[in-house]
């Protein structure tokens, strides 16, 4: 897979707010359904294969591949390689089939607390492309219009793909029935997070908690294929630590993200015995320990990163830079960082004993050597038996594959109704 570079826009003037009528908001479907069109559906993503072979890989008999197959066909999101067939084969020619990867695109949108990523997909969850935009310091429905906007912008640049879904990723406390988001570090409350980009984009609309979606990835992107060190994913349970301006935690279980009523817990105030204040009024919670901001303040203070006003403001890459070319206050800040990411990583895999640990973000991702620093961390942490502890699959890109999956999520669990809701909303 081809990872095209973000471009960077500046932010269109601030709008008024969009006020319309309710458009729909659809919950994502972060799990693995039995739906029988979904299943052929995803066997296709991996490439051409022949219906005898996706029997065998769905667990589906002939005639319900070749039902779903037909449909899949009729409906454009499947097409077939007839230019794959054996040449002088006796008998009815077999002819493989895989997902149309031309035609459609769904929209994936992560709101981060300083960057949002916008981002276009095809069928087989490949990113085409996209763009990153500073995250409005606006109010909340102003801001959220911005970025609806931005999005519109730049789906618009591809005209020859029909848009399917829009999948909205962000932390805070989602609540994916409603499209509506507290975001306290953006000060959102009660945001109309999916209701505005539904109006503004007239698509359907998913939004998710965005570590869960990052799991969920893992999941929906990934399954059935190798990850770099040759394991392949296998039923069980996941755990989903990820860390990089905010941090989170996300579990699946059998197939499925695991989403709590009451939306998903939270891992930012674990106590890391450090003495940085957290603006709960206590010392030494864990985002406001290693969090991008409060690490990069850090490093100014103690004159590691230079000091610069806006609008070249330092940024975390100076200080990885800094390490890398051989600064030991620099080394020490990131290894301390990567000691209370291990640490912390060992307290939650202890407390849920998943049957494998993942690593994402750049917390984790953006120093190497402090990748195995928190490896070791790990290690001498935990107190139970060696884990299977992998880094994701995404490296650096886990925010736009959130956003990718929350805008395939609802097709790939039963992508015939999809297509339907689709094409009503438009």
Not at 175 to 193: F, K, N, T
Not at 221 to 229: A, E, F, K, V
Not at 230 to 244: C, E, M, V, W
Request: charged letters at 20%; hydrophobic letters at 40%; one cysteine or more.
């Amino acid at each position: 897979m081809t990872s095209p570079t973000l471009e960077r826009q500046s932010s269109p003037s601030r709008p008024r707010p969009v006020r319309s009528v309710p458009r729909p908001v659809v919950p994502p479907e972060l799990r693995i359904t039995d739906n029988p069109a979904a299943a052929v559906l995803r066997a296709a993503t991996r490439g051409p294969i022949f219906r005898d072979n996706a029997a065998q890989t769905t667990g589906l008999s002939i005639a319900t591949v070749n039902r779903q197959v037909s449909a899949l066909l009729s409906s454009g999101l499947l097409r077939e390689r007839a230019d794959l067939t054996a040449s002088g084969a006796v008998g009815r020619p077999r002819v493989p089939f895989e997902v149309e990867t031309d035609r459609f695109a769904t929209l994936g949108v992560h709101i981060g607390a300083n960057l949002t990523r916008i981002v276009a997909a095809d069928l087989s969850g490949r990113i085409l492309g996209g763009l990153e935009i500073a995250t409005p310091q606006a109010a909340q429905d102003a801001a959220i219009t911005i970025i609806a906007r931005s999005a519109k912008a730049f789906l618009d640049r591809l005209p020859r793909r029909r848009p399917l879904w829009v999948g909205v990723a962000l932390a805070g406390r989602v609540d994916p029935v409603a499209g509506v988001v507290d975001h306290p570090r953006l000060d959102w409350q009660s945001a109309p997070v999916g209701p505005i980009f539904a109006t503004v984009l007239d698509l359907p609309v998913s939004v998710a908690a965005h570590v869960e979606a990052m799991a969920a990835a893992e999941l929906l992107l990934t399954t059935g294929t190798p990850d770099r060190s040759g394991a392949q994913d296998r039923p069980g349970s996941s755990l989903y630590i990820y860390g990089r301006e905010t941090v989170g935690v996300a579990v699946t279980l059998h197939d499925r993200v695991y989403t709590p009523a009451n939306g998903p817990g939270s891992i930012a105030h674990l106590p890391t015995g450090s003495d940085i204040d957290c603006s709960c009024g206590r010392r030494g919670c864990l985002e406001a320990t290693v969090g991008e901001a409060a690490v990069l303040a850090r490093a100014v203070r103690a004159g590691i990163v230079p000091k610069r006003e806006a609008p070249r403001k330092p940024v975390i890459a100076e200080l990885y830079k800094a390490a890398e070319q051989g600064s030991a206050p620099a080394r020490d800040m990131l290894f301390e960082r990567a000691e209370i990411l291990g640490n912390t990583a060992a307290l939650v895999r202890d407390m849920f004993n998943p049957d494998r640990v993942v690593l994402g973000g750049q917390a984790f991702t953006g120093y190497r050597p402090g990748l195995e620093r928190v490896v070791q961390a790990f290690g001498r942490a935990t107190t139970l038996a060696p884990a299977d502890l992998r880094i994701s699959r995404f490296g650096g890109r886990v925010q736009e594959h959130a956003a990718a999956v929350t805008s395939l999520s609802v097709c790939y669990a039963d992508p015939l109704s999809a297509l339907r809701r689709a094409t009503r909303s438009r």
